[in-house]
């Protein structure tokens, strides 16, 4: 198994730039989360999906963040326009939960977003 | 509203003592703690956890402490190595919930 697999690992962009962000979870799991990691924040979840059907997103920060599941294999995070404050590294991470039974959220290696 | 709080950005300990990270939480539904290490340039990976049901949980070196009534838990390293040098994240859940609330985290270093 590759684990969670996202892409790019980098990724330097001008403000104003669309940027997508992408994530392969691990196969047969039924939640994908999007976390953003700050210093001030921590881990910060945006959105979470189950069965490929967005659950919360009261963590995406404005209309600029959006997020699609259109399979169970893969997701995406978009950032239209992107802004300096946008920086950060954001990780996907998924799991397979059924009563409570295991809370291994597996996380990706992230992406390293800088907006210039 | 941050409702798991480490209030520590960072640790500093010797090799061979004892490391203890804590966490505190705002969030009475909360019933299950979870701890992920995380090294640079990798995502967190699960390292410890603990039902509301218990107080304690070990895991070799690892052992987590829950305070129910104060809202806190601790993890402590020991002997603490270099190799435990990483980001911890304190994480919480609610009853039959899907969704982790993590902490800030706490960057811990382990000089030799």
């Known amino acids: 198994d590759a684990g969670v697999i996202q892409s790019p690992r980098h990724e330097v962009t001008e403000m104003g730039q669309e940027v997508t962000l992408r994530c392969k979870p691990i196969?047969?799991?039924?939640?994908l989360f999007w976390y953003r990691q700050t210093m001030m924040r921590g881990l910060e979840l945006l959105i979470y999906?189950?069965?490929?059907?967005?659950?919360?997103d009261s963590g995406m920060p404005e209309d600029r963040f959006s997020a699609k599941m259109p399979n169970a294999s893969f997701s995406t995070l978009k950032i239209q326009p992107s802004e300096p404050r946008d920086s950060a590294v954001y990780f996907c991470?998924?799991?397979?939960?059924?009563?409570?039974?295991?809370?291994?959220?597996?996380f990706g290696s992230g992406t390293r977003l800088t907006v210039v | 509203d941050q409702q798991v709080k480490q209030n520590s950005p960072s640790l500093s300990v010797q090799e061979g003592r004892i490391s203890i990270l804590n966490c505190d939480y705002t969030?009475?539904?909360?019933?299950?703690f979870l701890w992920y290490k995380k090294y640079p340039a990798e995502g967190p990976t699960f390292l410890i956890s603990?039902?509301?049901?218990?107080d304690k949980n070990e895991d070799g070196r690892f052992t987590v402490f829950l305070n129910k009534s104060a809202k806190h838990l601790s993890l402590h390293i020991v002997p603490s190595q270099p190799g435990d040098s990483a980001v911890y994240f304190c994480?919480?859940?609610?009853?039959?919930?899907?969704?982790?609330?993590f902490g800030e985290g706490t960057q811990l270093t382990v000089n030799p």
């Open positions: 969030n009475s539904m909360f019933d299950y």
């Open positions: 991470a998924s799991s397979l939960i059924k009563r409570r039974a295991n809370y291994g959220y597996t």
């Open positions: 994480a919480a859940s609610a009853y039959r919930g899907s969704r982790l609330t």
């Open positions: 196969s047969g799991h039924d939640y």
């Open positions: 999906f189950n069965n490929n059907v967005p659950i919360d």
């Open positions: 603990i039902s509301s049901i218990k």
